[in-house]
DNA sequence: CGGTTTGACTTTCTTTGACTTTCGTTTTAT
DNA sequence: ATAAAACGAAAGTCAAAGAAAGTCAAACCG
């Protein structure tokens, strides 16, 4: 469906663009062969303020759209771990941070057994190199709880 | 009769889904050659949540039903991943997976989120060995999600 | 009578296009 | 040279048409 197709690229430039994009209604619906306000409606049906976006545009000769997606001051926090992680981590530690994350209620229960199963189901890499895995895969563990 | 054949056909498509369907309903009336309100009769009759199914749709353009059983047992689901992951596996193939596993509200989407951050995670690992670090991670996870 | 079948009508979501508003630029009048 | 007017290029709005699923009551078997 043309609506959907079109919020999913929204969702891939918003990804790409760190959570922020700029569009040109005419452009995109040109690309796209449909009309301009086939984009409007799908950000004002699918990019809501209460699905978390804020819009702003501007008219005239160019013109654009900015399509923003609002993140909440966890994000803060979740630097906090993210910065302090390093570059290598061991088990004992990376569990302990997600202990935190979920007495601070960033995670559910199942987030935490399924961080837990991510950061001690490397079973594979020689053991010199785990906590560089580790630390890896929980750093973007905490860039995916942030969005 | 009619809706015995239709719910037939209903658990024949759930079978090789895996537990879930997405059907149209007009297209399915049109195959059958009855009328739409019949494919919704036998939904509401046969296919309700206290027999363990889930039930969403949409309507408007492009619209569809989407059935997931979701008693019988979730745990054999994951299973089928489980044993169908092998000991390497592709990130895209790997964010397949997570796809279906959302798709049948196994997985909520920050969690699917979260198993992109793991599974996508792994840049400190030889190429080589990638595959078989992504496949040990993704089991566990599902281990993790049987509880 | 109880479960089926049908079809008319309703609701929801999508698509389109005509018309309006806003803004930057360019032209014109003083 | 400057202020006003005109123009063109966006985006906004809205209503109508279209596409699908939902509802419900009447008719229809068993």
Do not use: W
Not at 3 to 22: H, N, R, T, W, Y
Not at 38 to 58: D, K, L
Request: negative net charge; proline residues 3%.
């Amino acid at each position: 469906m043309l609506a959907d197709s079109i919020a999913k690229l929204i969702e891939e430039m918003l990804e790409s663009g760190g959570g922020q994009l700029e569009l040109k209604r005419n452009e995109m619906a040109n690309q796209l062969g449909c009309v301009p306000s086939q984009i409007s409606y799908v950000i004002t049906s699918r990019f809501t303020p209460e699905r978390g976006y804020i819009i702003e545009s501007r008219r005239g000769g160019g013109g654009c759209i900015r399509i923003i997606r609002k993140q909440m001051h966890k994000n803060e926090y979740l630097m906090h771990f993210f910065y302090a992680i390093g570059d290598s981590i061991e088990e004992n530690e990376a569990m302990a941070y997600a202990s935190n994350l979920l007495d601070g209620d960033f995670i559910t229960p199942r987030e935490f057994a399924l961080i837990r199963a991510a950061v001690t189901g490397i079973t594979s890499v020689p053991p010199a190199a785990k906590g560089m895995v580790r630390a890896d895969i929980f750093r973007h563990i905490l860039l995916a709880l942030m969005e």
